[in-house]
């Protein structure tokens, strides 16, 4: 079966630019979106079909998809972006998330 | 904007059936997006269940198809979850969430979620 992997945790000093990763088999042949998860919150959609942002979600996250890997970028990273992140992808008509990546702004 | 909210009971013994609603709002549930169900274990990642289209189509994750059934009332603009025979393993908040049909699939609008535990 299909398989995204993140890495576990990803770390930022505030203002600088984190980049998470987002692996899996010919993954650039496929729409990649990804959603932030605050704690005791729902998912949020950040990215969708690798690099759109969707109405309300800050210029500072940028998306790309190549190969085998998907990147989700925060410029100038905010305190406020501290979170869980998780991709998304579909394939042989089942959804995939990738294992999530805890990202800590310190 | 998309509103949609789970209900359900919060509480189940093991072997029992959970039954599930998505009440959907702003939007009309035929007007080409799919309802997936995801859930996610306490301090886990999010796994997704399945999902249908207004007509009555079902995509499933296969670790979980033997035991679900997922259905909708466009009527009622809501849509259903039925998992049989819960286990402890069960136990997660449970999401609905709109899916754009085609092009990723991607979920754009997400309910709060709602705990089930399963205990005995």
């Known amino acids: 079966s299909y398989e995204l992997i993140q890495p576990p945790s990803v770390s930022v000093s505030p203002g600088q630019t984190a980049s998470i990763t987002c692996s899996g088999d010919?993954?650039?042949?496929?729409?990649a979106s990804w959603y932030q998860q605050k704690p005791g919150q729902s998912p949020v959609l950040v990215i969708y079909q690798d690099r759109k942002r969707p109405s309300g979600i800050p210029e500072r996250f940028s998306g790309s998809n190549s190969g085998n890997t998907a990147t989700l970028t925060i410029s100038g990273t905010q305190a406020l972006d501290e979170a869980d992140y998780y991709c998304q992808a579909w394939d042989s008509s089942t959804v995939i998330f990738g294992g999530g990546t805890k990202l800590t702004v310190l | 904007q998309a509103q949609l909210q789970e209900s359900g009971p919060g509480l189940m013994k093991p072997s029992e059936t959970l039954s599930l609603t998505c009440a959907v709002s702003n939007y009309s549930i035929s007007s080409g997006y799919y309802g997936g169900w995801i859930r996610q274990p306490p301090g886990k990642g999010l796994e997704w269940i399945g999902s249908i289209y207004h007509s009555g189509s079902t995509y499933c994750n296969p670790s979980l198809k033997s035991r679900v059934t997922i259905s909708v009332d466009t009527s009622k603009n809501q849509f259903s979850l039925k998992l049989n025979s819960v286990t402890a393993a069960d136990t997660a908040v449970y999401y609905c969430a709109r899916q754009k049909d085609g092009s990723g699939y991607y979920f754009d609008y997400w309910g709060q979620g709602i705990l089930v535990t399963v205990s005995s």
């Open positions: 010919k993954l650039g042949d496929r729409f």
